[in-house]
């Protein structure tokens, strides 16, 4: 059965305190391994795709990292407005996308 | 570009009363999928549709729930009658295209969030 989980639950930062978010997978058939942003109120946001073990992608202040059995999403020196709740989502042979139950961040200026 | 519009944005209702919610996908987006998210977890899938057709709906309560996606473009999920655990947030989202395996990004709109009383 494929599963997602994420750790920590929540993480507490000051602003510029550089860290890293934890999703680990079990997955039949990785086809992609998907991070999202999610604020209050709002839809998930898309983020990044990773579809092998090894790839690395950036997008600002964020990097997410691959391997076969966890990705990681690391936080360069933070702001505030990365305050938010990130999902970490595996898609496999199923055809759907299986969500981990998401790391809410607040970064305290 | 237009992103997923999904409305109401809100619906307070009592049980056992019927709702229903619409989705509009990105233009040119052939899959729309929609999901169900609790309060601190991430979205579940109830319906995944490849243009008009509901390629997996396993995780729908066909009991209560039903969608439609007419001409493969808007989609309506209904829920008759709504019962206290149904209070929830429900997210359509969109994508280019799915082919089973996952690999295409998908597209969020804001969500209804529902509360049944």
């Known amino acids: 059965e494929d599963q997602v989980t994420q750790s920590p639950e929540a993480l507490r930062l000051q602003e510029g305190e550089s860290s890293s978010l934890n999703c680990s997978y079990t997955?039949?058939?990785?086809?992609?391994l998907f991070w999202y942003r999610q604020d209050p109120g709002k839809g998930p946001e898309f983020l990044f795709t990773?579809?092998?073990a090894g790839e690395e992608k950036e997008k600002e202040r964020l990097k997410a990292t691959l391997t076969k059995k966890e990705s990681f999403l690391h936080i360069t020196a933070p702001k505030p407005e990365d305050s938010a709740t990130y999902l970490c989502?595996?898609?496999?042979?199923?055809?759907?996308?299986?969500f981990g139950q998401g790391t809410t961040l607040q970064v305290k200026p | 570009e237009a992103g997923v519009v999904q409305s109401p944005r809100y619906k307070i209702i009592e049980k056992k009363q019927p709702v229903a919610f619409w989705c509009n996908p990105i233009?040119?987006?052939?899959?729309l999928y929609w999901y169900r998210q609790n309060l601190g977890q991430g979205p579940e899938l109830l319906i995944r549709?490849?243009?008009?057709?509901?390629?997996?709906d396993s995780q729908l309560p066909k009991d209560r729930f039903s969608a439609e996606r007419l001409k493969g473009v808007d989609s309506t999920l209904k829920i008759q009658p709504a019962e206290l655990g149904d209070s929830a947030v429900y997210l359509c989202?969109?994508?280019?295209?799915?082919?089973?395996?996952?690999?295409?990004?998908?597209?969020f709109g804001p969500g209804t969030r529902l509360t049944v009383t």
């Open positions: 989202a969109s994508s280019l295209g799915d082919r089973g395996t996952s690999s295409y990004e998908q597209y």
């Open positions: 997955v039949s058939g990785l086809r992609g």
């Open positions: 990773l579809y092998s």
């Open positions: 989502a595996v898609g496999g042979a199923t055809g759907k996308l299986i």
């Open positions: 233009s040119g987006h052939n899959t």
């Open positions: 549709y490849e243009n008009e057709e509901a390629v997996d």
